[in-house]
């Protein structure tokens, strides 16, 4: 049997494009995540949503002319997340980078566009001179971050708002 695919070894789409966020692309991102979280609780709001955004490490991924996912990452000081329930006040210099929302819309999952995106942010971080990246994995996800090259951080309390489930993990950029 041969070995599982890395994150570097998925092909790419052609009819995919992952590009930076832009302000135009709000309201579907909004609606993605709205789509993914609401029925777990875990839905933010616009607000708080675009209160993540950040200049450079925020893309969206472009199908058929539309957003077809979105990946929101800011610097934030490690071991530590944003509370869901209300939106960033001030940047948080840091050489932390927190993928703090990955969403692929229902129609492109299972293409490797999640690991795709998340491939292109360490390239981003390593550019830009970030030292880890660091996620809250929900609804059980560890496992699949786990199997990308996070490492779960169990001492790590998060807030209450992203429920029972939730774990840090972090990986360094390298």
């Known amino acids: 049997m041969p070995p599982p695919k890395?994150?570097?070894?998925i092909p790419p789409d052609t009819d995919v494009l992952i590009r930076p966020l832009a302000?135009?692309?709000w309201d579907a991102v909004v609606a993605l995540e709205a789509g993914a979280y609401t029925q777990d609780g875990l839905s933010e709001g616009p607000e708080a949503?675009?209160?993540?955004?950040?200049?450079?490490?925020c893309f969206v991924l472009e199908h058929e002319g539309r957003v077809g996912g979105y990946l929101l990452a800011l610097p934030y000081p490690p071991f530590t997340s944003p509370d869901?329930?209300?939106a960033e006040q001030a940047g948080h210099?840091?050489?932390n980078l927190h993928a703090h929302d990955l969403v692929i819309a229902e129609h492109l999952r299972r293409?490797?566009?999640g690991p795709r995106l998340l491939t292109h942010l360490r390239s981003t971080a390593r550019q830009l001179g970030y030292e880890r990246i660091s996620l809250a994995a929900v609804r059980g996800a560890h496992v699949l971050w786990a199997q990308l090259g996070y490492r779960a951080h169990p001492e790590v309390e998060l807030?209450?708002?992203y429920g029972t489930n939730a774990m840090y993990m972090s990986m360094e950029v390298g």
């Open 84 to 86: 869901l329930t209300r």
């Open 111 to 113: 293409r490797g566009l």
């Open 159 to 161: 807030p209450a708002s």
């Open 93 to 95: 210099p840091s050489r």
């Open 23 to 25: 302000e135009r692309d």
């Open 6 to 9: 890395t994150e570097l070894e």
């Open 49 to 57: 949503l675009k209160s993540r955004y950040h200049a450079g490490t």
